[in-house]
């Protein structure tokens, strides 16, 4: 009645007998529910997995009580933030070097490599020893960047020059 309106009336003359008067009356039509806007809610089912799904493309669609009922839609993106729910991953499960004796301070032993399936920042991977003596942090250094494990002291036996 009121096509795309955001606010509608309908005007009319009402014939009152006894004693005889004529009333005009205007009456405004509101929205079917009490309050004029209803607030759709999305609420998840399952947990998401950014790794797996990182977005959702859904339509909404609004479908009003008239006759005929008239609908709208709208189309909702969904973008899924990462959340840092991987660890990192080394690409073997071992890394064995042979090292000389005499080999100079700062020279490349072994590389090692982990990657992490997390997305921007959380899937940065920096390298560090753990558990280890302090005698094996006096001869190996690696690279919080690289991976790359050098020498960082003589690691010739004791006793020896």
């Known amino acids: 009645m009121c096509g795309d309106s955001a606010t509608c009336s309908v005007s009319f003359e009402a014939l009152v007998h006894n004693p005889l008067n004529i009333f005009r009356v205007e009456v405004a039509i509101e929205d079917e529910k009490p309050g004029g806007k209803k607030q759709p809610e999305l609420v998840l089912e399952r947990a998401l997995d950014r790794e797996k799904q990182s977005s959702f ?3 909404l669609t609004a479908v009003d009580g008239g006759d005929p009922a008239r609908s709208g839609t709208v189309q909702v993106r969904i973008n899924v933030t990462d959340a840092n729910d991987n660890p990192p991953v080394f690409s073997k499960s071992l890394y064995e070097a042979r090292v000389a004796e005499n080999l100079p301070v700062g020279s490349v032993v072994l590389q090692v490599r982990a990657t ?3 997305a921007g920042s959380n899937g940065r991977v920096s390298y560090s020893f753990g558990n280890v ?3 094996v942090k006096a001869l190996f250094a690696v690279d919080s960047e690289s991976g790359e494990v050098r020498t960082g002291g ?3 036996f004791r006793g020896e020059e």
Request: charge should be negative; avoid cysteine; hydrophobic fraction near 25%.
């Open 57 to 59: 493309e859904l339509v």
């Open 133 to 135: 003596p302090d005698t």
């Open 116 to 118: 992490d399936a997390d």
């Open 154 to 156: 003589s690691p010739g």
